[in-house]
């Protein structure tokens, strides 16, 4: 068992993960905004931070990224930035440089997540670094050179 710290925009799509993952056996947390994942991480250990990228890379005066890079905010437990458009370059840049485990998007496959999910609670590489992306077509868009980080 895992316990997990969710943040997530969407009520919908934080009912389904904290659902999904609780049936799993993990003990679950969900918060909806930046400021909620530094006040919960300064109050309790996880092993894994699932968070959408729209929270991640925000677009408020100072995002969860930037506060994170800006203070030098220690962020142990491994990361798994959720998705639901395209992958860009800044993503890719900027998830690579807080060693995120992993890029799910969404809709995604409730194995998959949970396969992602364990592994990266487990400190392990998951089976797919990128789930629910086509691999090959991400090396034709973004070539070796930012992947190479992954």
């Not at 991640?56 to 930037?66: A, F, I, V």
């Not at 962020?75 to 890029?103: F, M, Q």
């Not at 995604?108 to 592994?119: P, R, S, Y």
Request: aromatic share 4%; charged share 25%.
């Amino acid at each position: 068992m895992a316990r997990l710290l969710l943040a997530e925009r969407h009520p919908t799509l934080r009912l389904l993960i904290s659902t999904l993952t609780t049936r799993a056996g993990h003990e679950i947390d969900a918060v909806e905004t930046g400021e909620d994942v530094l006040e919960r991480l300064n109050r309790a250990d996880y092993h894994c931070l699932m968070i959408g990228a729209p929270i991640l890379l925000g677009r408020r005066p100072k995002t969860l990224l930037q506060h994170i890079e800006d203070e030098a905010v220690e962020v142990s437990p491994r990361i798994v930035v959720l998705t639901a458009r395209t992958l860009d370059r800044e993503l890719l840049v900027r998830a690579a440089r807080l060693r995120v485990c992993a890029i799910v998007s969404q809709p995604f496959d409730n194995d998959e997540l949970l396969q992602t999910i364990d592994a990266c609670a487990r400190n392990e590489r998951p089976p797919r670094r990128f789930v629910g992306f086509d691999q090959a077509g991400l090396h034709h868009v973004f070539g070796g050179d930012i992947l190479a980080d992954w």
